[in-house]
């Protein structure tokens, strides 16, 4: 399976890196083709609402000329991506953000009876590590996330949540049996 990993925090060696690379590892062990993205490195826009995009829905057809367009084209080439990110006040970090908002891009037609999606069933996960725990905390996150399936019209393949993380030393293995279990399940 071609795999896509969106490592979303600034903190190239952070708690979310480190959950991160746990899963690239064991997602490697299975024998996909694995490819992550550390998106801080790169130069990210965020979505200027210009709709442009919808006049091109066969194709990705951002108008923005950063790295985001490129890696729009690797999501739809994937069938499993990604989404990895630590909790930003309750939500996902600005880098991640803008990828998942140029998204946009990716759809046409939503709710309407000919709504087209470039990852109609692909399959789609989300990673989030954070200081606090689930609740009152980290569900806006999942949620929000969830609800981006529908236009996408992808699969969900799966969720995990690291909370109260102190630095990346102190993760157990507890924490990475988490991170094995997570691959295993996103893939089906
Ligand atoms: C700007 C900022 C906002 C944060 N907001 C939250 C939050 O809303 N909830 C939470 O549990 N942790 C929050 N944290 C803590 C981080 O999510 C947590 O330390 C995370 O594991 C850091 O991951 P990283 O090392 O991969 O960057 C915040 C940290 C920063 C810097």
Redesign the pocket.
């Known amino acids: 399976m071609k795999i896509l990993l969106l490592q979303?925090?600034?903190?190239k060696?952070?708690?979310?890196?480190?959950?991160l690379g746990w899963v690239e590892e064991e997602l490697s062990t299975l024998g996909h083709e694995v490819e992550a993205i550390y998106l801080n490195a790169k130069n990210l826009k965020g979505c200027l609402g210009c709709a442009k995009c919808k006049e091109l829905p066969d194709e990705v057809g951002c108008v923005q000329k950063d790295d985001i367009p490129e890696f729009l084209g690797k999501i739809v080439h994937s069938q499993l991506v990604v989404f990895?990110?630590?909790?930003?006040?309750?939500?996902v970090?600005a880098q991640l953000k803008a990828v998942i908002d140029r998204t946009y891009s990716l759809y046409t037609q939503y709710h309407q009876p000919d709504h087209a999606s470039l990852v109609e069933g692909q399959r789609q996960a989300l990673l989030?590590?954070?200081?606090?725990?689930w609740d009152n905390?980290?569900e806006a996150a999942f949620t929000a996330f969830s609800r981006i399936q529908n236009p996408h019209k992808s699969v969900h393949a799966g969720e995990l949540f690291?909370?109260?993380?102190?630095?990346?030393g102190d993760m157990d293995d507890k924490v990475k049996d988490q991170a094995i279990e997570f691959a295993r399940k996103i893939t089906g």
């Open positions: 979303g925090s600034a903190r060696k952070g708690n979310t890196a480190r959950v990895a990110s630590p909790l930003y006040f309750w939500g970090t989030v590590t954070g200081g606090g725990p905390n980290a690291i909370g109260g993380c102190t630095t990346p």
